[in-house]
C-alpha cells in the first residue's frame, strides 16, 4: 500500500491508474512511484500494457483523471510545452514517411523552447551537438534520418530528447531489433544519463538479462497489472517468472556484474 | 572525416532556400503575359492609356492576359500549400486536395448554389465561395469521420480510398443535379465545371486574395508543428505540439484556400500533389521552407500550364485543369508504385 508521505516525494506518481483503449482495460489498478534519478524497467509478456503504461505517464495518452502526477501535480494541469521540458518519450517505432536530416531530427527536440515563427538560434545548435556528440552521431548530422541505421537511428531519437533536457526519459523498448553491440552501446548511454546527469529513466524492456544488468528497479506486469517490482534480483525469481510468462525458466548469475540470465528450460 | 557543418537555420538559410522559387514566380509573373497567340507590343502597351479602342496591346496585356496570370498565380499556390500541408499531416505524399476528396466537395458545394440561383453576397463575398468552402470543410469531416480510428489516428491506405471514393461519389451527385438543372444553369455549371482562368478580372482576384493570404499566413504560422506532427504524431505529443489544435488548423486552413480558389477556377487537379513533392525533393521537408516555396512554385507552375494551354493550339485553348491532369496522372501513378516499392501503402 502506498501511504501519502511516499507518494508526495514521488517524482512521478500513478494513483489507481485503469486505462482502456476499447472496452477492455489495458491497464488496471495501477499504483506506481517513481523517484528522481532511478533507471527503472518496465518488463512483462507481449500485451501486457508496458507501452501504454509509457504513454500515459509520458501524456502522449489522455490518462483519466487524478491518476498520473508528475511532482505532485496532475498530468493535465501541465501546459504541453511545460510537460515537454520536463518528460521526453522515444517511440518503438521510427518509421519516417519524409528524410528529414539527423540534425532536424534532433533540433525538433528543441521544439518546446521556442515560440511560433522563430528559427533554431545558436544556443539550440549548441545544445543539439553536444546531445550528438554524447550519443556519438555527430559525424552524419547531415545524413537522411532513413538511410541510417537502426542503432543510429535510436541514439539519434536520444539525442533529440536529450537536446529537449527533460528531468525524465522514456523509452519503448529502445533495444528491441538490434545487435548486441549496439544493445550494449545504447543502455551504456543511458547509464551514463542516469549515473552522470541523474536523468529518471523508464524503459519498457523485453530482454530479461539486460534489464537486469542495468536497471537498479524492475516493474513487472502482467495483463495490465503490476505483478510485482522491486530491485532486479528480487523480481526476477523463478517462480514469479514461470507464472508470468508461462514457461519453465532456469536462472543463472553472471559472476562478474551479478547480473541475471534467464532461460526457457528444455520441455 | 568530413568536416562538419552546422550552420544555423537563419535568414540566410531561408533566404537561399526560397530565393529561387521566388525568382522563377516574378520572372514567370513578368513573362507570361507577353506570351501568347496574339503577339503584342510591350512598349506600345506600356505607353498609352488603357482605352482600349485606341490600345490594343495594352488591352489584351493588362485586361485579358494579367487578371488571368494573376488568378492562376493565387489558385497554384492555393493548391500547392495545402498539399504540402495535407502531406505533412498525414505523414504522406499521396495526400492532396485532390485526392482527399476536398476539390470534388468544393465542386459539388459550388454546383448546388449554382443550381439554387444563390447569386448574392454575403458580406462581399459570394454565396459560390461560401458554399465551396462548405463543400470542402464538410468532405473532410466525412472523410475523416469515417476513416478516424478509436486511437484518432487516420490509416492513410484507407483515407486514401476513402477520398478517391468521396471524389467519383460527388461527381455523380454533381452529374445528377446538372441532368436536372435547367438550360441557363446548366450552361453555367458545364462552364464553371471544365474549370479554368480564362473568364475573370481583377475584381475577383482582389475577392480571394485575402482569403488565400489569410490560410496561408495561417498554416506558416503552425509550420514547425507540422514539421514534427509530419515525423510522428506521438512524439511531435511529447515535444510539447498541441496536435489536435494543430490539425484543426490546418485541414481547416487548407479548405479554407481549396475551397475558395475552387469556386473561382473550378476543380483544378493534381497541383497540390505535384508540386509539394517537386519542392520537398529540391529544399527537403521543412515547412518553413516547403510551404512558402510552394507557393511560389506552385504559383509559377499553374501560370505556366495556362500559358501552355492557351498558346499550344492557338487559336482554341485548351483548359488549364486538363493540362495539369496530363501531367497529374502518370506522375501520382510513379508516386504510387515508389511508395509500393518503400512498402508505405
Redesign the interface.
Known amino acids: 500500500m502506498i501511504t501519502e508521505t511516499q507518494a508526495s516525494t514521488a517524482l512521478i506518481a500513478a494513483k489507481d491508474l485503469t486505462f482502456a483503449?476499447?472496452e477492455e482495460p489495458v491497464l488496471r489498478d495501477i499504483f506506481l512511484n517513481f523517484q528522481a534519478g532511478e533507471f527503472t524497467g518496465v518488463i512483462g509478456p507481449n500485451g501486457s500494457g508496458k507501452s501504454t503504461l509509457l504513454?500515459l505517464i509520458?501524456?502522449?495518452l489522455p490518462s483519466p483523471s487524478e491518476t498520473v502526477f508528475f511532482k505532485n501535480r496532475e498530468l493535465s494541469r501541465y501546459k504541453?510545452?511545460?510537460?515537454?521540458?520536463s518528460?521526453?518519450?522515444?517511440?518503438q517505432?521510427k518509421q519516417?514517411?519524409?528524410?528529414?536530416?539527423v540534425?532536424?531530427?534532433v533540433?525538433?527536440?528543441r521544439?518546446?523552447y521556442?515560440s511560433?515563427?522563430s528559427?533554431?538560434?545558436?544556443d539550440?545548435?549548441r545544445i543539439?551537438?553536444e546531445a550528438m556528440k554524447q550519443t556519438q552521431v555527430?559525424?552524419f548530422?547531415?545524413r537522411s534520418f532513413n538511410e541510417i541505421s537502426g542503432g543510429e537511428k535510436q541514439r539519434v531519437m536520444i539525442a533529440s530528447a536529450i537536446s529537449?533536457k527533460p528531468e525524465v526519459m522514456l523509452l519503448d523498448e529502445p533495444t528491441s531489433a538490434l545487435d548486441i553491440k549496439y544493445q550494449i552501446e545504447i543502455l551504456s548511454i543511458l547509464k551514463q544519463l542516469n549515473e552522470q546527469e541523474n536523468k529518471s529513466l523508464i524503459l519498457a524492456m523485453h530482454d530479461l538479462h539486460l534489464a537486469s544488468k542495468f536497471c537498479k528497479r524492475l516493474v513487472l506486469l502482467k495483463e495490465g497489472r503490476v505483478f510485482c517490482e522491486g530491485p532486479p534480483a528480487e523480481v526476477l525469481k523463478k517462480e514469479i517468472l514461470e507464472e508470468v510468462y508461462e514457461v519453465k525458466v532456469k536462472i543463472f548469475q553472471d559472476d562478474e556484474d551479478g547480473s541475471l540470465l534467464v532461460v526457457p528450460e528444455r520441455s | 572525416?568530413n568536416k562538419?557543418?552546422?550552420t544555423?537555420?537563419?535568414?540566410r538559410k531561408?533566404t537561399l532556400g526560397i530565393g529561387p522559387f521566388l525568382l522563377l514566380f516574378l520572372a514567370t509573373l513578368v513573362l507570361a503575359p507577353l506570351i501568347g497567340p496574339t503577339s503584342i507590343d510591350i512598349g506600345k502597351a506600356l505607353s498609352g492609356g488603357l482605352d482600349a479602342a485606341n490600345n490594343v496591346d495594352a488591352d489584351i496585356l493588362f485586361l485579358a492576359r494579367l487578371p488571368r496570370i494573376l488568378l492562376g498565380a493565387v489558385t497554384g499556390a492555393a493548391l500547392s500549400v495545402t498539399g504540402a500541408v495535407f502531406q505533412?499531416l498525414l505523414?504522406?505524399?499521396l495526400a492532396a486536395p485532390f485526392t482527399l476528396g476536398v476539390s470534388s466537395g468544393a465542386s459539388l458545394g459550388a454546383v448546388i448554389a449554382i443550381s439554387l440561383n444563390l447569386n448574392f453576397t454575403i458580406l462581399g463575398i459570394s454565396t459560390l465561395s461560401i458554399a465551396a468552402f462548405a463543400g470542402a470543410l464538410g468532405t473532410m469531416y466525412l472523410v475523416f469521420g469515417l476513416v478516424k480510428t478509436?486511437?484518432g489516428d487516420f490509416p492513410t491506405s484507407v483515407l486514401l480510398l476513402a477520398g478517391v471514393t468521396a471524389n467519383f461519389f460527388f461527381a455523380s451527385m454533381v452529374m445528377f443535379i446538372h441532368y436536372m438543372a435547367d438550360f441557363t444553369q446548366s450552361f453555367r455549371i458545364v462552364r464553371w465545371l471544365m474549370g479554368g482562368l480564362d473568364i475573370t478580372d481583377y475584381q475577383t482576384v482582389w475577392s480571394i486574395f485575402p482569403f488565400v493570404i489569410l490560410g496561408i499566413g495561417g498554416l506558416?504560422?503552425?509550420?514547425?508543428?507540422l514539421?514534427?506532427i509530419?515525423?510522428?504524431v506521438?512524439?511531435a505529443?511529447?515535444?510539447?505540439?498541441?496536435v489536435v489544435r494543430t490539425q484543426k488548423i490546418g485541414f481547416i486552413m487548407g479548405s479554407l484556400i481549396t475551397g475558395t480558389v475552387v469556386a473561382i477556377s473550378g476543380p483544378i487537379g493534381f497541383v497540390g500533389l505535384i508540386v509539394p513533392h517537386i519542392v520537398?525533393l529540391l529544399i527537403?521537408?521543412?515547412l518553413?521552407l516547403l510551404i512558402p516555396g510552394s507557393m511560389f512554385f506552385g504559383a509559377s507552375f499553374l501560370i505556366l500550364c495556362d500559358t501552355v494551354g492557351r498558346t499550344l493550339i492557338a487559336p482554341a485553348e485548351i483548359p488549364v485543369g486538363v493540362i495539369t491532369a496530363m501531367l497529374g496522372g502518370p506522375f501520382f501513378v510513379w508516386l504510387l508504385k515508389r511508395q509500393h516499392k518503400r512498402g508505405?501503402v
Open positions: 483503449y476499447a504513454k509520458g501524456g502522449i504541453k510545452k511545460e510537460l515537454a521540458v518528460i521526453a518519450w522515444i517511440p517505432d519516417m514517411a519524409f528524410s528529414f536530416k540534425i532536424d531530427i533540433l525538433m527536440g521544439h518546446p521556442l511560433p515563427l528559427f533554431e538560434g545558436e539550440d545548435y543539439a551537438q555527430l559525424e548530422a547531415h529537449q | 572525416m562538419l557543418n552546422l544555423t537555420m537563419s535568414s531561408f505533412a505523414r504522406n505524399d478509436r486511437h506558416f504560422f503552425v509550420s514547425r508543428d514539421n514534427l509530419s515525423a510522428g506521438q512524439s505529443m511529447s515535444r510539447g505540439v498541441d520537398r527537403g521537408p521543412d518553413r508505405n
